[in-house]
């Protein structure tokens, strides 16, 4: 069956440390990968999205990048976190080898920045 | 470019009365329309979807919504909501199988 892991399930970090998130797919090849991030009362916005190993598009400038060093392996990351960085961050997957029918979410990772 | 707009941003209802919550969109061409559901702390559940055909799509846990392309609307409805109906509502479109957009959402709160 078809899976989504996301890691850690929070994470408080200082102002001004590093920020890796990871989020892997199982059961499925090829999938269309997605970070969104989520923050009080700003609905979820779209940071990055991947059709293929090393393809990253950046929906919006900031502190953030991202990487698909594997197939089914996408990394959010930050060299220095700002307040600002803190929220609600969800993966999502999907498998263009199917109709579309809509993305698969992860259960997220609560940032806290302090 | 295509836009999400969600009408309310909390709504609270009544235990076992009925709910409607409102979505609209803005997309000159034919779109995917989708409704996710939150619960606190854990990431997107798909409700339902419109891709084509009719224009009433029944979904999960007894929530149905309606395409209706000339006022660009998919509204949400439950006829009688549960206590564990309780989370965020998210309205999305899609012109494309690459991106989804989301609306802010809208927090149901159902009272006793």
């Known amino acids: 069956s078809q899976t989504i892991h996301q890691w850690p399930a929070t994470l408080v970090q200082p102002v001004g440390s590093p920020l890796s998130l990871e989020c892997t797919v199982e059961g499925t090849s090829n999938p269309n990968l997605y970070w969104y991030r989520q923050a009080a009362g700003r609905g979820l916005q779209l940071l990055f999205y991947?059709?293929?190993?090393?393809?990253i598009s950046s929906e919006v400038p900031q502190n953030l990048s991202a990487s698909r060093p594997q197939d089914r392996q996408f990394i959010l990351s930050s060299k220095k976190l700002l307040l600002s960085d803190s929220g609600f961050y969800l993966c999502?997957?999907?498998?263009?080898?199917?109709?579309?029918?809509?993305?698969?979410f992860g259960s997220g990772t609560r940032l806290t920045v302090v | 470019a295509q836009s999400v707009t969600q009408l309310d941003s909390q709504v609270p209802v009544f235990e076992e009365a009925p709910v409607e919550l409102r979505c609209n969109y803005s997309s000159s061409v034919s779109v995917y329309l989708f409704w996710y559901v939150q619960y606190p702390n854990q990431g997107l559940q798909l409700l339902l979807k419109?891709?084509?055909?009719?224009?009433l799509v029944k979904g999960i846990n007894g929530f149905e919504a309606e395409f209706n392309k000339s006022q660009t609307s998919f509204h949400l409805r439950k006829p009688s909501v549960h206590i564990s109906d309780t989370a965020e509502y998210f309205c999305?479109?899609?012109?494309?199988?690459?991106?989804?957009?989301f609306g802010k959402g809208t927090r149901l709160h159902i009272l006793p």
């Open positions: 419109y891709l084509s055909g009719s224009t």
């Open positions: 991947s059709v293929g190993i090393g393809q």
């Open positions: 999305a479109v899609s012109l494309s199988d690459d991106k989804i957009i």
């Open positions: 999502a997957w999907w498998d263009r080898g199917q109709r579309f029918y809509g993305y698969t």
